[in-house]
């Protein structure tokens, strides 16, 4: 079982839609919870960074860390045809080497006209 | 105020031939990292760097070598490529707080 489990989609929406991207874990040692937004043919770009529980918001952007059930979420609201992509999410330990970060495997998100 | 650049872009290689791909960041971050994109897999860590002077092996180590001879630079090399090294290869860089940066990629194709 991988440590981070993320639907691979591909999730389609209209345009105007809320979409709700998830991930779920299973260290209990993450604290720090990440969403990068990947192009097609780009590199990844970090979207939203939130520590321990709670939310936080940016824009049309929320991101939603829920520790006691191992589940992060990415809120987008009023979606648009340019946030069509792949959202991939992060995570890591308050401690450790380098900070290195788990990903998982990314959902892909289309918004359509 | 680059960021995060990958020298080159693509590169077509034969089995066995050798090649080094070039990471470089202006944001004066202490850490760095070579990651791989197969489809399915997600991203997968190959080496990573604390600082100047220093490497370390990642997730998927084997039949890569790298170098950190100055902050700003980390170098990923294939002494002898292989199909299987057929990859999107990102580079990206830190601080001690984890929000990694990372660039454009390097597309290579290994025949």
């Known amino acids: 079982q991988k440590e981070v489990e993320q639907d691979p989609g591909p999730l389609s929406v209209p345009e105007g839609a809320i979409v709700s991207l998830n991930c779920t874990y299973s260290n209990s040692a993450f604290q720090y919870f990440m969403w990068y937004r990947q192009y097609s043919r780009k590199g990844p770009e970090l979207l939203m960074y939130t520590y321990s529980s709670g939310n936080k918001e940016d824009g049309r952007f929320t991101a939603q860390v829920d520790k006691s059930s191992k589940y992060i979420s990415l809120f987008i609201r009023d979606s648009q045809p340019s946030d069509s992509a792949t959202y991939l999410c992060?995570?890591?330990?308050?401690?450790?080497?380098?900070?290195?970060?788990?990903f998982g495997t990314g959902t892909r998100l289309q918004v359509t006209l | 105020n680059a960021g995060v650049t990958q020298t080159p872009k693509f590169r077509v290689l034969k089995t066995g031939q050798s090649m080094t791909l070039l990471c470089a960041q202006d944001?004066?971050?202490?850490?760095m990292y070579w990651y791989r994109q197969d489809p399915g897999m997600g991203l997968r860590l190959i080496h990573y760097s604390v600082g100047e002077g220093t490497t370390a092996k990642g997730e998927v180590p084997d039949g890569y070598n790298v170098s950190r001879l100055k902050k700003q630079n980390f170098l990923l090399g294939l002494e002898s490529a292989a199909p299987s090294q057929t990859s999107v290869y990102f580079c990206?860089?830190?601080?001690?707080?984890?929000?990694?940066?990372f660039g454009p990629g390097t597309r290579l194709t290994v025949t």
């Open positions: 990206a860089s830190s601080y001690s707080t984890g929000e990694q940066y």
């Open positions: 944001m004066n971050h202490e850490y």
């Open positions: 992060a995570m890591r330990p308050l401690t450790g080497t380098a900070s290195k970060l788990t």
